[in-house]
């Protein structure tokens, strides 16, 4: 008796195939050194990183940024520059963890098939970094919306403990301890 294929088992085989793909690259890319030069004023982050932190923040924090171009710039960079030492806080297991997500959006073969972004971080355009973290947000692979939340609560969270926002949001700052 023929049964029709079940489509959940098919989603169970997709999502299977697709996992073990990610996870080959995960491993792939520890054994494959990053050589990336540490960026200037970073403990931890290289040049690559920079790049692509410089793409993401300003599309993940849409409309908590400064407008003026100078201050939006400068925010950034201290952005970066928050994110640098928390990852550099962390302990090896999760700064490896972290090192292989920025790795597998730095690596051209990853990046374009994980995320969907053809070309290097310095050109990509606002909307690709927008469906990609749109995408990774929503998706059905736990390994994609645990990135984008690592990229997330560390992007925001040197952000809003970085001074320059509290007079954004109207936060007086941590109380005075006498």
């Known amino acids: 008796m023929n049964t029709p294929f079940n489509s959940h088992r098919r989603r169970f085989l997709k999502v299977g195939l697709l996992g073990s793909a990610t996870l080959t690259v995960a491993a792939c890319s520890s054994m494959v050194s990053r050589e990336t030069e540490k960026c200037h004023d970073c403990l931890w982050l290289g040049n690559e990183d920079r790049d692509l932190l410089h793409a993401i923040i300003p599309v ?41 997500l920025l790795w597998v959006l730095e690596f051209p073969l990853t990046r374009s098939l994980i ?52 007079q954004r949001i109207h936060y007086p700052g941590p109380p005075k301890l006498s």
Request: hydrophobic share 40%; aromatic share 10%.
């Open 60 to 100: 993940m924090l849409a409309g908590a940024l400064p407008l003026e171009v100078n201050e939006r710039k400068k925010a950034i960079d201290e952005i970066i520059i928050g994110f640098d030492i928390s990852v550099s806080h962390f302990p090896k297991t999760v700064r490896d963890e972290i090192e292989q």
């Open 115 to 166: 995320a969907g972004v053809w070309s290097s971080w310095r050109n990509v355009s606002e909307n690709n970094v927008k469906d990609l973290l749109t995408n990774w947000k929503n998706s059905n692979f736990d390994l994609l919306r645990v990135g984008y939340i690592a990229l997330h609560d560390l992007i925001t969270g040197s952000w809003y403990a970085n001074p320059r926002s509290w």
